[in-house]
């Protein structure tokens, strides 16, 4: 395979950020197909136009997903990307990696494939980029058999579950993010790796409401940490902040100039629900009017810190624009536990609880969110045997097409109009 002309790519090389271009043509030195991969994407950027043929259905045996296909529309010009496939990989929880476990992965990827990897996908997962159908199986092989590592999800099943850091290195973590998302893929290997739901589902794990994994907008199901009891306040270190012998924000903002820290502009006053002050040089707060937004423990970490009783709120339904609307996940459950100590017990429970319904209501490629709209939050909540509570919604409905069940209904909805009529002459 040949060297091609990349006059567009090559603009791409200058620059401080890293360049992609620079990093395929050292690797096209020691794997030839990725001068392949230059020249389609040059092609690309010439017409404006993709050069991948549509679809593309290939995998390994006893599982429906993980692997992407994907044909160049124009292999007779680019041999080396006549099959392109992708492998999904499972990751550790939060990306923790040795060296020599990706040392290994690159080993393999190199002579099963292009060399060429995406560290990570959106999702979570390790995606290796480029390789030809007849060597999938002999690398899920060595994946399996050298490595112990197993493939991400594709399709419409359970996909890769990802999730923040958590406790392994931040202070606010609420549960052990890592554990749950761990012991959940284990726990859902067959969901995973063998499609048999209406549509794609994610799970993603966040120790805080500070989201740093963004379930709350990517993932069917949002495992998102809070706390049920008091902020926990070192007033010696608030006083630390106020006389300015630490950063705000743990030194966020210490390339501008912001003035010495105010704790009053910068803490109190913002304070989403107002329920803090100062008072004789303390800082207070009343825990039952805090939303735990963060914001106060954001500010000043060395002083504030979320509750000791950890747990976590759920929220389902996030999902992109197609079909019907991009949507945020839906707070559902407000508070459960999330530990190890009861193998994960309750989220396992509730999660279950959505697909035993989605499973058999859910139209063909209809996202949980969108059957939650189509069906409704309170036929929802029936479904999945929530208590409807207030903290279910951010205000009421403003339109009034309530509907009733008839048991709710005095004398229900049989009614005789010949009786009416006694009362009322036509
Ligand atoms: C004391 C006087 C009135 C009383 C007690 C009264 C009562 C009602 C009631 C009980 C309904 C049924 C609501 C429902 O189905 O949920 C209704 C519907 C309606 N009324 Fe009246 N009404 C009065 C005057 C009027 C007047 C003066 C007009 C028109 C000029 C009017 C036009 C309507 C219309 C168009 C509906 C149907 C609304 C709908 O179905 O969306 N009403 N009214
Ligand atoms: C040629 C004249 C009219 C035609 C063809 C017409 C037709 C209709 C139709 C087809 C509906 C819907 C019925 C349903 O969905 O069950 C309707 C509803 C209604 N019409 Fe008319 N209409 C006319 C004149 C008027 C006038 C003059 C008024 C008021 C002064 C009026 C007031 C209403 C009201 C209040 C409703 C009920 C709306 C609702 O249920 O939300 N209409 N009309
Ligand atoms: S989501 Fe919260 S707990 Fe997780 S890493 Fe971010 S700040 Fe820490
Ligand atoms: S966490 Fe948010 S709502 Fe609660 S006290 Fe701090 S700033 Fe106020």
Same mark, same amino acid.
């Given at each position: ?116 990897? %995406? ?15 007849? %060597? ?15 493939? =991400?999800?594709?399709?419409? @099943? ?90 705000? @924000? ?161 004398? =229900? ?14």
């Amino acid at each position: 395979m040949a060297k091609h002309e990349t006059p567009l790519l090559d603009q791409l090389e200058s620059g401080p950020w890293p360049s992609f271009v620079t990093d395929i043509k050292r690797q096209a030195e020691k794997k030839p197909e990725c001068w392949d991969i230059l020249g389609i994407l040059e092609l690309s950027f010439k017409e404006r136009i993709t050069h991948w043929k549509h679809g593309g259905i290939v995998g390994v045996f006893g599982y429906g997903g993980g692997i992407v296909g994907r044909y160049a529309d124009v292999p007779e010009r680019f041999p080396g990307v006549e099959h392109f496939h992708t492998i999904r990989v499972a990751q550790p929880s939060s990306k923790y990696y040795t060296s020599k476990n990706l040392r290994q992965l690159m080993n393999l990827w190199e002579k099963h494939g292009s060399g060429m990897t %995406n560290f990570h996908g959106s999702t979570g997962d390790v995606i290796l980029l480029g390789t030809r159908t007849e %060597n999938l199986e002999p690398f899920f092989w060595d994946l399996t058999h050298e490595m112990g590592q197993d493939l =991400g999800g594709s399709g419409s @099943n359970l996909r890769t579950p990802a999730c923040c850091l958590g406790t392994s290195r931040c202070e606010w973590a609420c549960y052990d993010t890592q554990e749950a998302c761990h012991s959940l893929t284990m726990h859902y290997q067959d969901e995973i790796h063998r499609p048999a739901f209406p549509y794609k589902f994610k799970f993603k794990f966040s120790g805080c409401p500070n989201d740093c994994v963004a379930a709350i907008a990517r993932s069917d199901v949002a495992v998102i940490g809070t706390w049920k009891d008091d902020i926990r306040i070192d007033q010696a270190a608030v006083k630390g902040y106020m006389a300015n012998e630490f950063p705000a @924000n743990g030194g966020a903002f210490i390339g501008r100039e912001w003035d010495a820290f105010d704790i009053q502009k910068e803490v109190i006053d913002l304070c989403p629900t107002n329920c803090m002050w100062m008072e004789d040089g303390e800082l207070k707060i009343d825990d039952a009017e805090c939303t735990r937004c963060m914001h106060c423990i954001n500010v000043m970490p060395r002083a504030l810190r979320p509750g000791a009783q950890g747990g976590a709120s759920i929220c389902v339904g996030a999902k992109a624009p197609i079909l019907d609307g991009a949507q945020f996940a839906t707070l559902i459950l407000p508070f459960i536990p999330v530990t190890k100590d009861n193998d994960f017990e309750e989220l396992i429970e509730f999660i279950e609880s959505i697909w035993d319904w989605w499973m058999e209501i859910g139209k063909n490629r209809e996202r949980v969110g969108e059957t939650m709209q189509r069906v409704g939050l309170p036929t929802f909540l029936r479904a999945v045997g929530v208590e409807a509570l207030p903290q279910h919604v951010k205000y009421p409905r403003e339109n009034p097409y309530v509907f009733w069940n008839e048991e709710e209904v005095e004398g =229900g909805f049989e009614r005789d109009v010949q009786e009416f009529r006694a009362r009322h002459a036509a």
